[in-house]
């Protein structure tokens, strides 16, 4: 009883009719689900050296997660989930301009938030941690040396204790997406452009009501799929991001982080 009657209080002091708050919640929300089992699947991949996952899990985990994202907040704020769509629909006038930013903030620091909890889920502090010696010098790390209360986790055991963008043992391209090392800047531009050019048109289509209806509900498994095809199509180039949050975030979480400013570099041949 007084435990029902403390959820009862709880939810009356957190509810809020503000929309626009209710809003930004519900995207905030999404948008972390969204990145957070997409950059998993891909930590998984890595940090098992392929033998728990592969190129394709981590595409279906991607897709899948658009999937989740968009049925957890898709009634609230429509679920956008990437700047590139929330400009789409303002350019199309079904969404307002003022909202425009405000969104696309959200929606980055859901995919700061969700690389965080990527790395605290899958760095470990291995036999250092034991002996309380520091990793290195960046803060996130150091913080992570104190409370990490976990024997040796993945990316701390896959690395060798290194953090590093490039290399047979690189980890940066578990949080963002880095190009082949045969694409060009103007190349990677234009990949991008066309990648979400597809994804935002198609879920266009998938919405528009003159279209074959998609049974009601299962919209979001659809886009799922529209997802994947275009992973599994275009994604040799970059990576397949598509979208500008879910790139940015986690890149500058991995600045943050100990990766060092290398990530936001672009090398020629860098693996």
């Not at 704020?77 to 079904?94: I, R, T, V």
């Not at 199509?233 to 943050?256: E, I, L, Q, W």
Request: some cysteine; glycine content about 12%; overall charge negative.
């Amino acid at each position: 009883m007084g435990t029902a009657s403390f959820l009862t209080r709880a939810r009356h002091l957190l509810r809020t009719q503000n929309q626009l708050v209710r809003e930004c919640l519900a995207e905030l929300l999404s948008t972390f689900l969204l990145i957070l089992i997409t950059l998993s699947g891909s930590a998984q991949t890595v940090t098992s050296f392929e033998t728990k996952g592969n190129l394709l899990t981590s595409y279906l985990a991607g897709a899948l997660a658009v999937m989740v994202g968009i049925y957890t907040g898709g009634g609230i704020s429509g679920a956008h989930m990437n700047p590139a769509f929330s400009l789409a629909m303002c350019l199309m006038e079904q969404f307002p301009w003022w909202k425009f930013p405000i969104f696309v903030v959200v929606q980055t620091l859901g995919s700061f938030m969700s690389a965080g909890t990527v790395y605290i889920l899958y760095y470990g502090m291995e036999e250092q941690h034991w002996a309380r010696e520091p990793h290195g010098g960046s803060g996130v790390a150091s913080l992570t040396d104190m409370l990490c209360l976990w024997p040796p986790d993945a990316i701390w055991h896959y690395s060798n204790g290194t953090l590093t963008v490039s290399g047979p043992r690189e980890t940066a391209s578990i949080f963002a997406t880095y190009p082949a090392d045969y694409v060009s800047i103007a190349n990677g531009f234009l990949d991008q452009v066309i990648g979400t050019g597809v994804l935002v048109l198609g879920v266009m289509g998938i919405l528009d009501n003159r279209n074959k209806g998609v049974p009601k509900g299962l919209e979001p498994v659809v886009v799922a799929l529209l997802v994947l095809s275009i992973e599994l199509s275009m994604g040799s180039n970059c990576g397949c991001p598509m979208n500008p949050a879910r790139d940015f975030g986690p890149r500058f979480f991995t600045y943050v982080a100990g990766w060092g400013p290398e990530v936001f570099r672009w090398v020629e041949g860098r693996g």
